[in-house]
């Protein structure tokens, strides 16, 4: 099993469509979570920290279920420039970055 | 620009050429961090300096690689003798702390012919 495991996609979604996306990872030991942003041929920006008690910036929010391994990233009212792999993020002893999951928004 | 910066963004070389990359992390950043990414996949770790001093390598990272980070300012990723399978994008990225998110380079991507 994948230290961190992802659904690859591609998600393609109308504009102002919600759409989810989960990961689950596998040391119960990780103590830090993240979402990156990773355009085509660009280096991953950080979108947002994941918090336990859940975290919103704007149309996104991140939330993370310990108990059963996972965290999740829901992105509201989806714009066109939303399009873009999304890679989920866990911190044990180091970083450990998901495949990613690509999205992108159709008009 | 304050962010992290990498030379050369591209190279290509032959198999079995030396290559150097260069990274320049955030001024205020003393951890440093190398990764490699192929297509279609996330980062995959490759070692780690705090200041100076490399305190991780990864099972990745065979005798062929080696980094430095001389002054615990920037830092090198040499790769000797280069294969084709060493093609793929390296990227750098720096953070304050362990448990930060890392700030990523633009990455070079290597070509080996």
């Known amino acids: 099993r994948k230290e961190v495991e992802q659904d690859p996609g591609p998600f393609n979604v109308p504009e102002g469509a919600t759409v989810a996306f989960n990961c689950t990872y596998s040391?119960?030991?990780?103590?830090?979570f993240f979402w990156y942003r990773q355009d085509c041929r660009k280096e991953p920006k950080l979108l947002m920290s994941?918090?336990?008690s859940g975290n919103e910036d704007g149309r996104f929010t991140a939330q993370l279920n310990r108990a059963s391994q996972y965290i999740s990233l829901l992105i509201r009212d989806s714009k066109l420039s939303d399009s873009a792999t999304y890679l989920c993020?866990?911190?044990?002893?180091?970083?450990?970055f998901g495949a990613g999951t690509r999205l992108t928004v159709k008009p | 620009d304050t962010g992290v910066s990498q030379d050369p963004r591209h190279k290509i070389t032959k198999r079995g050429q030396n290559v150097t990359f260069r990274c320049d992390p955030i001024?205020?950043?003393?951890?440093l961090y190398w990764y490699r990414q192929t297509l279609g996949q996330g980062p995959e770790f490759l070692t780690y300096?705090?200041?100076?001093?490399?305190?991780?390598k990864s099972r990745l990272l065979s005798d062929r690689f080696s980094a430095e980070r001389p002054k615990g300012s920037f830092s090198t990723l040499e790769i000797q003798r280069t294969e084709q399978g060493d093609s793929a994008m390296y990227l750098c990225?720096?953070?304050?702390?362990?448990?930060?998110?890392?700030?990523f380079g633009p990455g070079t991507r290597l070509t080996v012919l």
């Open positions: 994941v918090y336990s």
């Open positions: 040391n119960s030991a990780s103590q830090s």
């Open positions: 300096f705090q200041n100076e001093a490399q305190l991780e």
């Open positions: 990225a720096s953070s304050l702390d362990r448990g930060g998110g890392r700030f």
């Open positions: 993020v866990v911190n044990a002893f180091d970083m450990r």
């Open positions: 001024s205020e950043h003393n951890r």
